[in-house]
């Protein structure tokens, strides 16, 4: 039985979410939520909200015991970019990209 939680476009880069990601795959739920806590990078924080709405889906929806649950997988994939201009010298400009990201997490047994 497998429960998955997701958020789509969150203003955070790819590389930076994979990151944190990797350090809680395959890692029991209280695991990886200990890591999470403890870890300081904006990209932990999102993840643990993600990571726990997964676990709630997974007991209202499965009936699922938390103390056996797993991060089945977790991946950080690629976002529409927003896209900025700056001023810079004699009237030109310049693009500026801030990222996107989309966080999937599965957790079951």
């Known amino acids: 039985m497998e429960t998955r ?5 969150v203003r955070l880069s790819v590389d ?6 990797d350090l809680i795959r395959g890692k029991k739920v209280d ?3 200990n890591i999470l806590q403890f ?15 997964a676990i709630a889906n997974a007991e209202h929806n499965d009936g ?3 103390d ?25 400009g310049n693009q500026i990209r801030k990222p996107t990201c989309h966080v999937y997490v599965t957790v079951g047994n």
Do not use: H, N, P
């Open 39 to 53: 870890t300081q990078k904006k990209a932990a924080v999102i993840i643990k909200k993600v990571l726990e709405s």
């Open 5 to 9: 939680a997701s958020l789509r476009g």
């Open 64 to 66: 699922a015991d938390i």
């Open 16 to 21: 930076k979410g994979r990151l944190v990601a």
């Open 68 to 92: 056996e649950l797993k991060v089945k997988t977790i991946f950080v994939e690629q976002g529409a970019s927003l896209r900025r201009f700056t001023a810079r010298a004699k009237g030109r």
């Open 31 to 33: 695991q990886a939520l």
